[in-house]
């Protein structure tokens, strides 16, 4: 008995696999190609816009011959005078300066408003003490300590805290120093 194959009947390359394969290939490549097309569309599009606007600074700058207009000029200066303040307030150390005065505010005295002036290293302070000898103990506090100087009563008023009780309110400056 003698065998014989046949070898171009039989098929050896899986073709759904195959073609299966190449569709997705096809689509991957469709898929970039577009994707590159938005990416060059848009590019250019930006590159026109901005090509606009050189070319309107241009003309502005050859026709006046002085650059910025002087009220887009002030319009930046202020908005930059606006976020310097908010970065100056933000700087300030809150935490120090009320541990500061925590040590310094005695018993008998409330504080109500703090209001520091990173500038001028200044600070407004404005509260309501039982009586006057209650202020008058913050007062020294405040002189003797070593972060607290040119302490200034500025106001000082009687108030009256409850049906029965009697208070001083007050409002003072001093200079806070960064010892």
Request: aromatic letters at 8%.
């Amino acid at each position: 008995m003698l065998f014989k194959i046949n070898l171009a009947t039989k098929i050896y390359i899986n073709t759904k696999l195959l073609k299966l394969c190449t569709l997705a290939v096809v689509v991957l490549g469709v898929f970039l190609i577009f994707l590159n097309i938005t990416n060059v569309s848009t590019r250019a599009g930006e590159i026109k816009s901005l090509s606009g606007r050189l070319a309107a600074m241009d003309n502005r700058v050859k026709a006046g011959g002085k650059g910025v207009p002087e009220k887009e000029y002030t319009a930046v200066l202020a908005k930059i005078d606006f976020a310097n303040a908010i970065i100056e307030k933000k700087m300030f150390n809150w935490l120090a300066l009320l541990d500061r005065l925590e040590i310094v505010v005695p018993e008998g005295v409330a504080i109500s408003s703090i209001e520091p002036d990173p500038k001028g290293q200044m600070l407004k302070l404005a509260g309501v003490g039982r009586s006057f000898k209650n202020l008058r103990i913050f007062m020294e506090h405040l002189e003797d300590s070593k972060y607290f100087t040119e302490v200034y009563l500025t106001s000082q008023g009687n108030v009256k805290l409850s049906d029965t009780t009697q208070g001083v309110s007050f409002s003072l400056t001093c200079k806070v120093t960064n010892k």
